[in-house]
T-cell receptor, first 112, second 112 residues
Framework: DAKTTQPPSMDCAEGRAANLPCNHS???????VYWYRQIHSQGPQYIIH???NNETNEMASLIITEDRKSSTLILPHATLRDTAVYYC?????????????FGKGTKLTVNP | EPEVTQTPSHQVTQMGQEVILRCVPI?????FYWYRQILGQKVEFLVS????????KSEIFDDQFSVERPDGSNFTLKIRSTKLEDSAMYFC??????????FGPGTRLTVT
């Protein structure tokens, strides 16, 4: 089973920041937090990952609390194309072969 | 930008028939995966493959399933005798020494 808890759905206005929360209270010291998204029935798309520091890339920012029990994915200026199911996944790094365990995710709807 | 490709995009087969789903991972990647998603359900891990052998497989990946990397570029999933419940989107993914997995667009398998 997935080790994370996410709200089933969220709405966001186009152009505004979308803040997607994730609870992972049982995370272990060697586990990373990954975010993926799935647009309609396309393949999941990698967004960002982190261990304990905040991370930013061209797609999003990841804020991880100091105790690592929760995190927030931030899409700074959401567009209609960001409408998707967003998955928060906790994954141990074991040389790269560790599987991803998907939960139900958060369905984000960006409204015009 | 390199990407994972999958063929065919849609495969229709009759129950009991064999199917082979094909994937071309990103060229310098070392880790390969198959996942599936039954319509309306979560993305499920099937199998991971590294160094020409299976690293891990799920309970779904029974004796009817097999994987192969026949020529150093393709990665295939074979289902020997398809069942109605094998109808799903099948996603191939690959990963390198970095921590993320990159997914293909998927093959929709319909078993009639």
């Amino acid at each position: 089973d997935a080790k994370t808890t996410q709200p089933p759905s969220m709405d966001c206005a186009e152009g505004r920041a979308a803040n997607l929360p994730c609870n992972h209270s049982t995370i272990s010291g060697n586990e990373y937090v990954y975010w993926y998204r799935q647009i309609h029935s396309q393949g999941p798309q990698y967004i960002i990952h982190g261990l304990k520091n905040n991370e930013t890339n061209e797609m999003a920012s990841l804020i991880i609390t100091e105790d690592r029990k929760s995190s927030t994915l931030i899409l700074p200026h959401a567009t209609l194309r960001d409408t998707a199911v967003y998955y928060c996944i906790v994954r141990a790094y074991q040389g790269g072969s560790e599987k991803l365990v998907f939960g139900k995710g958060t369905k984000l709807t960006v409204n015009p | 930008e390199p990407e994972v490709t999958q063929t065919p995009s849609h495969q229709v087969t009759q129950m009991g028939q064999e199917v082979i789903l094909r994937c071309v991972p990103i060229s310098n990647h070392l880790y390969f995966y198959w996942y599936r998603q039954i319509l309306g359900q979560k993305v499920e891990f099937l199998v991971s493959f590294y160094n020409n052998e299976i690293s891990e497989k799920s309970e779904i990946f029974d004796d009817q399933f097999s994987v192969e990397r026949p020529d150093g570029s393709n990665f295939t999933l074979k289902i020997r005798s398809t069942k109605l419940e094998d109808s799903a989107m099948y996603f191939c993914a690959s990963g390198g020494h970095s921590y993320e997995q990159y997914f293909g667009p998927g093959t929709r398998l319909t078993v009639t």
